[in-house]
T-cell receptor, first 111, second 117 residues
Framework: LAKTTQPISMDSYEGQEVNITCSHN???????ITWYQQFPSQGPRFIIQ???TKVTNEVASLFIPADRKSSTLSLPRVSLSDTAVYYC????????????FGPGTRLSVLP | KAGVTQTPRYLIKTRGQQVTLSCSPI?????VSWYQQTPGQGLQFLFE???????NKGNFPGRFSGRQFSNSRSEMNVSTLELGDSALYLC????????????????FGSGTQLSVL
């Protein structure tokens, strides 16, 4: 599983756009990049997944540069309810590898 | 379609006891994986099952075990509980049977909060 690095925490205000960057220098050719959101005492929830360039859905956008060594999750106009931990996960295609979510980014949205 | 269901939601046990947690995946999902989440260690993979077979296992002692039934429902068991086993235990299912190991989207339950006293 490709190791990922994200900021431990970020603060933002309601209505702002938030960008969370994840580094994954040893991403493999077949790996996709997936982001999850987790609220306290709940399981992570899938947000978005991409392979290259840009992916957009109803809640977020994912930007992936050509070298794929990093990715940026973009949350438009955040609200208080977006306060959560965001995990970047890079999939492995080799069975047998241990699988660990990184510490994630704790986003705090302030009024 | 109903989501992933984990029971019980909360559990309190004492050291030395054993515990069994249950997970019902989304209908049609064949892969079930289990995770332990603690404030200090984050979210760590325990094991993954597909078609009643354990396909992958994380770095946990043998006290942690699991199984999957023919209807894809899964259970995990922890024997001889230790204080450090206090954690949120999460179960996830995936539709295609390849799990997170192959970029597949995971659907998580709300977890079982286990407290060991």
């Amino acid at each position: 599983l490709a190791k990922t690095t994200q900021p431990i925490s970020m603060d933002s205000y309601e209505g702002q756009e938030v960008n969370i960057t994840c580094s994954h220098n040893n991403i493999a050719t077949n790996d996709y990049i997936t982001w999850y959101q987790q609220f306290p005492s709940q399981g992570p929830r899938f947000i978005i997944q991409g392979y290259k360039t840009k992916v957009t859905n109803e809640v977020a956008s994912l930007f992936i540069p050509a070298d794929r060594k990093s990715s940026t999750l973009s949350l438009p106009r955040v609200s208080l309810s977006d306060t959560a931990v965001y995990y970047c996960l890079v999939g492995a295609t080799d069975y047998g590898q241990n699988f660990v979510f990184g510490p994630g980014t704790r986003l705090s949205v302030l009024p | 379609k109903a989501g992933v269901t984990q029971t019980p939601r909360y559990l309190i046990k004492t050291r030395g006891q054993q515990v069994t947690l249950s997970c019902s995946p989304i209908s049609g999902h064949r892969s079930v994986s289990w995770y332990q989440q603690t404030p200090g260690q984050g979210l760590q993979f325990l094991f993954e099952y597909f078609s009643e077979t354990q396909r992958n296992k994380g770095n946990f002692p043998g006290r942690f075990s699991g199984r999957q039934f023919s209807n894809s429902r899964s259970e995990m068991n922890v024997s001889t509980l230790e204080l450090g086993d206090s954690a949120l235990y999460l179960c996830a299912s995936s539709p295609m049977g390849q799990g997170a190991m192959a970029n597949e989207k995971l659907f998580f339950g709300s977890g079982t909060q286990l407290s060991v006293l």
